[in-house]
């Protein structure tokens, strides 16, 4: 995505891999401790495990697919599908649920719609502030359909952050200044 006066590297949508993760997670109803701590889906899934599903493998992989599911996140290696995460590959219980709801997971990503953020109307704030245009900001925000206000860093350029948190407009426009006023 790109924004006036060619400022490059902000981008915003959501994130195929994490929403897969996520998807598995509460269909199967995990019992999984991560950081940073993401709540459920909303809206919530009801439970379902499809057949030959072996939860305890799909619980065992599941810490080590969502930090790999982040990795990708942080490095934009998004999968165009859900099955060809490169956290699957070595994951074969997590790819074999992946693909038994896929229809599902699909289904999800299709009706999210991103959140309209103010970055513009922040970026020219802190340009004023300091001075000069902000031009080599980069800036990546993976959003989730999860409950609850959720706005974590994941690392100094990207930031996981819930849909309810996006938008609320009195909550996502000092969030983005204090990101981008550390970036500038």
């Not at 701590?37 to 619980?59: C, F, I, K, N, W």
Request: glycine share 6%; aromatic share 4%; with cysteine.
């Amino acid at each position: 995505m790109r924004f006036a006066r060619e400022v490059s590297g902000i981008s915003h949508g959501v994130s195929l891999g994490l929403l897969a993760a996520l998807y598995v997670r509460d269909s199967l109803a995990l019992s999984v401790d991560v950081e940073p701590h993401v709540p459920g889906l909303e809206p919530s899934l009801p439970v379902q495990v499809p057949l030959g599903t072996d939860r305890a493998a799909v619980t065992a992989e599941w810490p080590g697919w969502w930090a790999d599911a982040l990795d990708a996140c942080r490095r934009g290696a998004e999968p165009a599908l859900p099955e060809d995460a490169e956290a699957l590959l070595t994951r074969p219980a997590s790819r074999a649920v992946v693909l038994a709801l896929k229809p599902g997971i699909e289904q999800l990503h299709r009706v999210q719609s991103p959140a309209a953020l103010p970055i513009g109307d922040v970026l020219r704030g802190i340009e004023s502030r300091i001075g000069r245009w902000a031009q080599s900001v980069e800036l990546h925000i993976a959003e989730v359909p999860v409950e609850g206000l959720l706005w974590e860093r994941i690392a100094p350029a990207h930031v996981l952050a819930s849909t309810r948190f996006l938008n609320d407009p009195a909550r996502t426009a000092p969030a983005l200044r204090a990101v981008l006023e550390d970036l500038v």
